[in-house]
């Protein structure tokens, strides 16, 4: 799954310093709220230690998310993205 909420270049991706100490998503699904696409799912890792292992979470706004790249982006924060609860074809957009 891709999805990108502004055009960006092809092939961009954040910086690893951005993604490096992330926490995990696992079990994640979109969700659509308006035009803002949010995740759900279960929070791994998190250094903010108000999130502890396991906890169901849903983000904050997504701005970018390639699930073959394993990462999310969104206003407040980064994430990295295990499994999906499903996959997700019809959100193919952006690049």
Same mark, same amino acid.
């Given at each position: 799954?891709?999805?990108?909420?502004?055009?960006?270049?092809? $092939?961009?991706?954040?910086?690893?310093?951005?993604?490096? !100490?992330?926490?995990?998503? *696992?079990?994640?699904?979109?969700?659509?709220? !308006? *035009?803002?696409?949010?995740?759900? !799912?279960t929070l791994y890792g998190?250094?903010?230690?108000?999130?502890?292992d396991g906890a169901q979470?849903?983000?904050?706004?997504?701005?970018?998310?390639?699930?073959?790249?394993?990462?999310?982006?969104?206003?407040?924060?980064?994430?990295?993205? $295990?499994?999906?609860?499903?996959?997700?074809?019809?959100?193919?957009?952006?690049?």
């Amino acid at each position: 799954m891709k999805y990108s909420r502004y055009p960006l270049s092809p $092939g961009w991706r954040p910086p690893e310093t951005m993604l490096q !100490g992330t926490a995990i998503i *696992e079990c994640w699904e979109p969700i659509l709220d !308006g *035009e803002d696409l949010h995740l759900r !799912g279960t929070l791994y890792g998190s250094p903010d230690p108000r999130w502890k292992d396991g906890a169901q979470i849903t983000t904050g706004v997504i701005q970018v998310l390639d699930s073959e790249h394993g990462y999310a982006v969104g206003y407040s924060g980064s994430y990295r993205l $295990g499994a999906p609860l499903r996959e997700y074809p019809e959100w193919e957009t952006g690049d």
